[in-house]
C-alpha cells in the first residue's frame, strides 16, 4: 500500500484536493487561509488507483511566528512517511518564496514528486502552472481540485510515479494501439449504499420548497416511526426513506428551511439565497431544481441548473404546485421539452410534477432521484466503452483540421460522480468543440446519463 503525502504552503488548495481524493465534499473548504485544522490521513480513490493520502493543512492556524518552523517539521515529518508526493502549488498567485522554500525541501527528500499547479481552471490557471516549471520539479499538472479538472493526467502521473503498482499485468502487452486496462472489465459503479444520498432542493423563493421538504420528511416519520426521529444539524437533516416497492434508503437533506430560520432581516435573507444555493448544490449529489410550474424555468432558475451542471452534480426537476394546473398532460409534455431544449448538456433529465401541498407525485420524485444518483455513480468498462467509440468514429469520423490527422485510438472512464472519460490519441488537441459535443452525445444516448453532466479530457500523444 502506498501513501502519498500533500505539500505545499497554506491556502494552495490541499485540503479541497485531498477531500476530493478522499471523497469527503462535505468539510467545509473555503478562501480564507488557515480554515483547515487537523493533519489529515485518508483512502484515497484515484480512478482504479488506491492509496493513502496525508494532507499537511492544521499548522495553518499555528502562531505566525512560528509558523515556519512548525510547518515545517510536520512536513518533513509527512515527507519521510510518504512514498511519493503531491506538492501543491496555486497557479492563479504564481510561485512565491515559500513555494520555493516548501520546493526545495521536497527535492531534497529525493521521493517521486509530482507537482500539482491547483486552481487551473480557464485560462487564468495557465500562465501560473507555466511558472511551476521554474520550481525544477519536472512538469506540472494543470488541475482544479475544486472543479475536478485534470484528474485523469493525475491519475497517469501517480501511474507513473508507482511502476510497481501500476505494472500491468503479465498477459497484456504494452502497445499503444491496445486500450489502456483500467482493470474492469464489467461495467462498475462507485456507488456506496451504506452512504447516505445527498440531496438538495433548490429553487427560487416561494417555489415550495420548505412545504416540499417538510412532506418528505414528515412521510419519513410514519414510516420509520418516531423513534428513529429525523436528525437535524446545521446543515442537513438524516432520514430513512422507504419506496413502496424496494429497500430502506439512508439520505441526507440540504436543510434550506433551517438556514432560512436563521436568516432574520429581509437584506440577510436575500443575500443568502444565492450563496446558499450554491451552498445547496456543492452539498448535494442529486440536486432537485424544483419549479413553480404556474411560472416554470425563470432566468434564476436557468442559472441554478448551470450551476448544478458545472459542479457536476446530478439533476432532477420537480414542477412543484401541480394542484393548480388545468391542462396537466399538455403542461408536461410542454414543460419537458423546454427543459430539454434549456439545458442541453443535462438532456433527458426527469421532470416530476408534484404538489408539495397535497404531498403528490413524491414517490415518484424519489425514485427518480434514485435513478439518477445510480446513473451518476456508473462506471462503463474500457471494453464497451471502446466498442461504442469504433463504431461511433467509424460512422463520423473527425475532421481534419488544417491537414492534422486527428486519430481518437481509445477512451476510458476513470471515474464516476460525474462520469469521467478520457479520449487518447494523436493531434487531440486540434478536436473541435463540435466533435467532442458529438461524443458526449453519444455517450448519453447509449449509455443512459440523462440529468448527469457528463466530462471529457484528451490525452494526446502528439
Ligand atoms: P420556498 O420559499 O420555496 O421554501 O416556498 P414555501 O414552501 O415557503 O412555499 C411558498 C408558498 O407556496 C406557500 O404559500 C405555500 O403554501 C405554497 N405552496 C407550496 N407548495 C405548493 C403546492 O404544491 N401547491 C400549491 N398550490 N401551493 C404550494
Partial sequence: ?????????????????????????????????????????????????????????????????????????????AIEGADAIFFVIDARTGLTPTDRHFGDLVRRSGKPIILIANKAEGKVGTAGAYEAFDLGLGEPIALSAEHGDGFSELYAAVREALPEQTALPDDIEEDDTAPLVLGDEED??????????????????????????????????????????????????????????????KMKLFDTAGLRRRASIQDKLEKLAAGDAIRAVKFAEVVVLLLDATIPFEKQDLTIADLVEREGRALVIGLNKWDLVQDQQKLL???????????????????????????????????????????????????????????????????????????????????????????????????PTSYERFLINGLRETFEFPGVPIRISKRTSS
Fill in 333 to 431: 409534455k410542454e414543460l419537458r421539452e423546454k427543459a430539454d431544449h434549456l439545458l442541453p448538456q443535462l438532456r433527458g433529465m426527469a421532470v416530476v410534477p408534484v404538489s408539495g401541498l397535497e404531498g403528490t407525485g413524491i414517490d415518484k420524485l424519489m425514485a427518480a432521484i434514485l435513478r439518477v444518483h445510480e446513473l451518476w455513480n456508473k462506471r462503463l468498462s474500457t471494453g464497451r466503452l471502446n466498442r461504442w467509440l469504433e463504431g461511433a468514429i467509424e460512422r463520423t469520423p473527425p475532421p481534419a483540421v488544417s491537414g492534422r490527422r486527428i486519430k481518437i485510438r481509445y477512451m476510458t472512464q476513470p471515474k464516476a460522480r460525474p462520469p469521467y472519460f478520457v479520449l487518447f490519441g494523436n493531434q487531440l488537441d486540434h478536436l
Fill in 188 to 249: 462498475g459503479s462507485e456507488l456506496d449504499p451504506t452512504k447516505p444520498l445527498r440531496i438538495a432542493v433548490v429553487g427560487r423563493p416561494n417555489a415550495g420548497k420548505s412545504t416540499l421538504i417538510n412532506r418528505i420528511l414528515g412521510e419519513d416519520r410514519l414510516l420509520t416511526g418516531p423513534e428513529a426521529g429525523i436528525t437535524r444539524d446545521s446543515i442537513s437533516v438524516d432520514f430513512v426513506w422507504t419506496p413502496p416497492r424496494g429497500e430502506a434508503r
Fill in 1 to 77: 500500500h502506498f501513501t502519498i503525502a500533500i505539500i505545499g504552503r497554506p491556502n494552495v488548495g490541499k485540503s479541497t484536493l485531498f477531500n476530493r481524493l478522499v471523497g469527503k465534499k462535505l468539510a467545509l473548504v473555503d478562501d480564507r487561509p488557515g480554515v483547515t485544522r487537523d493533519r489529515r490521513e485518508g483512502e484515497a480513490q484515484l480512478g482504479d488507483l488506491e492509496f493513502s493520502i496525508v494532507d499537511t493543512a492544521g499548522l495553518e492556524q499555528s502562531d505566525p511566528d512560528s509558523l515556519t518552523g512548525r510547518m515545517r517539521a510536520q512536513t518533513e515529518a
